[in-house]
């Protein structure tokens, strides 16, 4: 079956970086839409961004450009930067996927399939 795997999660002081890597295997796991959210304790999961296998990308208003998500779909390998980092984006991270789907593109309304372990990111002030 279809394996999420993530990296990067950790402690981090505010104002610093920190990347996330995901990697999607199976079948056909280079065709994978990808996708990044987060759920900060006692919140809701909230959308961060996806990239979708044919090219498409979508982001959500809360990222206000310190996150910036990129995938290489040839080694199925998904990828979310983050910088100046804040206490409010301490959260448990997932990363997910889905099948990419013929003629239809990413939105920060699109559901997924699979989804990772979601590592913790704590950002300290």
């Known amino acids: 079956q279809v394996q999420v795997a993530e990296s990067g999660g950790g402690f981090v002081q505010a104002g610093g970086s920190l990347r996330l890597s995901c990697r999607i295997s199976?079948?056909?796991?280079?065709?994978?839409?990808t996708g990044w959210f987060r759920q900060p304790l006692g919140k809701e999961r909230e959308f961060l961004a996806a990239s979708g296998w044919s090219g498409s990308t979508a982001n959500a208003d809360s990222l206000k450009g310190r996150f910036t998500a990129n995938s290489d779909h040839v080694k199925s390998m998904a990828y979310l930067q983050m910088t100046n980092l804040k206490p409010e984006d301490t959260a448990v991270y997932y990363c997910?996927?889905?099948?990419?789907?013929?003629?239809?593109?990413?939105?920060?309304?699109?559901?997924?399939?699979?989804w990772g372990q979601g590592p913790q990111v704590t950002v300290s002030s």
């Open positions: 997910a996927a889905r099948f990419g789907r013929l003629g239809e593109v990413v939105s920060t309304t699109t559901t997924f399939d699979y």
């Open positions: 199976g079948r056909f796991s280079a065709s994978y839409d």
